[in-house]
């Protein structure tokens, strides 16, 4: 009894902290566009501050009833009567040397998985690694910010319940970009929508714009060549494998296939879409479209 009593008390516990936490950040936001807002600014910036503001107060009302729910107490005290706006000034883009390491490593932790709890993890590991995006240049700390809440859209879209896990992870991504300010971050918004045919689609994209602001956004000569190799290999194994063995074989080369892109093989090598064309069909999900997109390509080419 007293292991089924520790059990319930640590989920409330749980529970409670997951619940304190979004509410905290709540109202951080709601803070910051009051801050924000006044007759000065232009009118349609102010009218997206006050539906923000709308949806906020909202979704804090919701907080405060499951709060309550579940039991919790509330102490109210009186506020300032005014917060002096905040200090709008230009901050010095001064990446740290070494940052294009930082922003490979992040990219690395952080790659697309497919199963939704997979996913999630992948972007916590991505968002834990927080102290390290300040070394980043301010657009590519803007561009994380997207690629993350892209992927982020597309996991709400995914049919599953409402997951605390998601909303704290927006949370850190709104706090981020309000004390950070490297600019403005796409998809934060609720109103906002895909900029391409989906979320996941904007993740892919935003993904490549990454890579392209590390430099050439390829993996050296001689690191390409070992991925080739690798993927030659495994190809060889499936060309040869018994039937009762191909799906497992392919599930393989799938893998080192995705590995290889995150580490920044081009899907225009000439060598890799031989390898691939034939296993088009099996190329699904956003990890591969660029590929996929290049062997179709190279096909109408031959046509």
């Given at each position: 009894?007293?292991?089924?009593?520790?059990?319930?008390?640590?989920?409330?516990?749980?529970?409670?902290?997951?619940?304190?936490?979004?509410?905290?950040?709540?109202?951080?936001?709601?803070?910051?566009?009051?801050?924000?807002?006044?007759?000065?600014?232009?009118?349609a910036?102010?009218?997206?501050i006050?539906?923000?503001?709308?949806?906020?107060?909202?979704?804090?009302?919701?907080?405060?009833?499951?709060?309550?729910?579940?039991?919790?107490?509330?102490?109210?005290?009186?506020?300032?009567?005014?917060?002096?706006?905040?200090?709008?000034h230009?901050?010095?883009?001064?990446?740290?040397?070494?940052?294009?390491?930082?922003?490979?490593?992040?990219?690395?932790?952080?790659?697309?998985?497919?199963?939704?709890?997979?996913e999630?993890?992948?972007?916590?590991?991505?968002?834990?690694?927080?102290?390290?995006?300040?070394?980043?240049?301010r657009?590519?700390q803007?561009?994380?910010?997207?690629?993350?809440?892209?992927?982020?859209?597309?996991?709400?879209h995914?049919?599953?319940?409402?997951?605390?896990?998601?909303?704290?992870?927006?949370?850190a991504?709104?706090?981020?970009?309000r004390?950070?300010k490297?600019?403005?971050?796409y998809?934060?918004?609720?109103?906002?929508?895909?900029?391409?045919?989906?979320?996941?689609?904007?993740?892919v994209?935003?993904?490549?714009?990454l890579r392209?602001?590390?430099?050439?956004?390829?993996?050296?000569?001689?690191a390409?060549?070992?991925?080739?190799?690798?993927?030659?290999?495994?190809?060889?194994?499936?060309d040869?494998?018994?039937?009762?063995?191909?799906?497992?074989?392919?599930?393989?080369?799938?893998?080192?296939?995705?590995?290889?892109?995150?580490?920044?093989?081009?899907?225009?090598?000439?060598?890799?879409?031989?390898?691939?064309?034939?296993?088009?069909?099996?190329?699904?999900?956003?990890?591969?479209?660029?590929?996929?997109?290049?062997?179709?390509?190279?096909?109408?080419?031959?046509?």
């Amino acid at each position: 009894m007293k292991d089924i009593e520790s059990h319930i008390h640590g989920a409330l516990l749980r529970s409670a902290t997951q619940e304190t936490t979004l509410f905290n950040g709540l109202i951080d936001d709601l803070g910051h566009l009051e801050r924000l807002d006044g007759p000065e600014l232009d009118p349609a910036l102010r009218q997206l501050i006050l539906d923000r503001r709308n949806e906020l107060q909202r979704a804090l009302a919701q907080q405060l009833v499951r709060w309550r729910t579940m039991g919790g107490s509330l102490s109210l005290t009186a506020a300032p009567l005014s917060t002096p706006a905040p200090e709008l000034h230009a901050v010095p883009d001064q990446p740290t040397p070494g940052w294009g390491d930082t922003l490979i490593e992040l990219l690395t932790v952080g790659r697309h998985q497919v199963g939704y709890n997979d996913e999630l993890v992948a972007i916590g590991a991505v968002v834990e690694g927080v102290s390290k995006w300040p070394d980043l240049p301010r657009k590519s700390q803007a561009t994380l910010i997207e690629w993350l809440t892209a992927r982020l859209r597309n996991l709400q879209h995914s049919g599953e319940e409402r997951d605390w896990r998601v909303e704290q992870a927006f949370s850190a991504l709104t706090r981020y970009s309000r004390v950070e300010k490297p600019g403005f971050c796409y998809g934060l918004a609720r109103d906002h929508l895909p900029r391409d045919e989906s979320w996941a689609a904007d993740a892919v994209a935003l993904r490549e714009r990454l890579r392209e602001q590390l430099g050439a956004g390829e993996a050296s000569p001689g690191a390409a060549q070992q991925l080739l190799s690798e993927l030659q290999e495994l190809s060889k194994e499936l060309d040869i494998a018994p039937e009762a063995a191909k799906d497992a074989v392919l599930g393989q080369f799938l893998t080192a296939l995705h590995k290889a892109l995150d580490q920044g093989l081009t899907v225009r090598d000439p060598l890799l879409l031989a390898m691939t064309a034939p296993h088009l069909e099996a190329m699904e999900g956003a990890p591969f479209k660029a590929l996929r997109r290049a062997i179709l390509d190279q096909m109408d080419h031959r046509i």
